[in-house]
Structures are given as C-alpha cells and as structure tokens.
C-alpha cells in the first residue's frame, strides 16, 4: 500500500483474477464472458464465472446488476465489459 496516498499497488495482470458473475441464459453474461476471457488470454490473468442462481449471498449483492466483473475481489463493472478498460484495469 502506498501510505502517503491510502492506496494499493496495482499488480501485474498474471496474478491478477477476474471473476464473472451471472446467470444462465444471460445474453449480456455471455458478451460479458466473450470479453472476459478476450482479455485475460491476452493479458495473461486468471478468470472464474460464478452463477448467482446457486449462491444466495451473491444474488443479494449484485442481482440487478448482472453481468458484474469483480478484479480480486472488487467490483470494477456491471452490465456491459468494456474491453479496452478492463485491459487497463489488468496493467496491460
């Protein structure tokens, strides 16, 4: 973490994960997930697809979001996968 400005280092997109969440039968979640795995084949960043129908915990948080990207964690976008962004995102 950088102390003086309160925030963390961004990491090299191979050790960075991206997960996908949504459901089946999703056409935004595919397009999403075309994206997705675009990038981190490119990148080099490991990626996870969750399905919020089999976790409730997941369907509180971000049904009406769907598809959501999560990097390590942290929510970095919903609806629609901006390719050129989430490349940016990862260092790339």
Do not use: N
């Not at 397009?31 to 990038?39: I, Q, W």
């Not at 919020?52 to 049904?63: G, K, N, P, S, V």
């Amino acid at each position: 973490m950088d102390a003086m400005f309160g925030r963390t280092k961004k990491r090299d997109a191979p050790s960075r994960t991206v997960t996908l969440i949504g459901k089946p039968g999703c056409h935004l979640c595919d397009d999403a997930r075309a994206v997705v795995e675009a990038v981190c084949a490119e990148t080099g960043a490991s990626w996870e697809e969750k399905d919020i129908t089999r976790d409730e915990e997941l369907h509180r948080a971000y049904w009406e979001q769907i598809p959501v990207v999560l990097i390590d964690g942290e929510q970095h976008t919903f609806w629609r996968v901006d390719a050129d962004r989430l490349r940016r995102e990862l260092g790339a």
